[in-house]
């Protein structure tokens, strides 16, 4: 993976972090809801939104498909997959926002949803409703199902 030059720091999460932090966004969200559903933006809220299913006890999952965060496409988002319906009183799960672009996209497909992150960089901030822990805009977070192992 070459890091973009935009991005001084690195950070690599482990999977019991990504479970801890999760667990800390359920606690959080306990008195927002209740909720319909959850909403997992993939592929990145994928991970976090099946563990805030269990424990928000939540039944219906479903996925909004956003395209463009890798390194040769970065800057144009597309939409693979939508639902129907505004998003009112669903979670919609993602595991950062950074920029807040894609954020963006998808609040104004589901303008009536509860969006929550695990990390937030300034620049997407606002574009949440919850979070757990905030990002310098600067650092590059590594989480466990982007980590390639070598064969």
Partial sequence: MTLDPAFSHTRSLSWDEIHAVTR???RRLQGKGPFDG???IARGGLVPAAILAIELNIRKVDTVCIAG???STRHDLEV???ISGDGAGWLV???LVDTGRTAQVVRDMLPGGHYATL???PSGRPM???HVEDVEQETWLIFPWEAVEQI
């Fill in 93 to 95: 799960v993602d595991d």
């Fill in 38 to 40: 959850i909403i997992a």
């Fill in 80 to 82: 693979l997959k939508r």
């Fill in 128 to 130: 949440v409703h919850t």
């Fill in 69 to 71: 965060y890798d390194e």
């Fill in 119 to 121: 990390y937030a960089k």
């Fill in 24 to 26: 800390q966004l359920a």
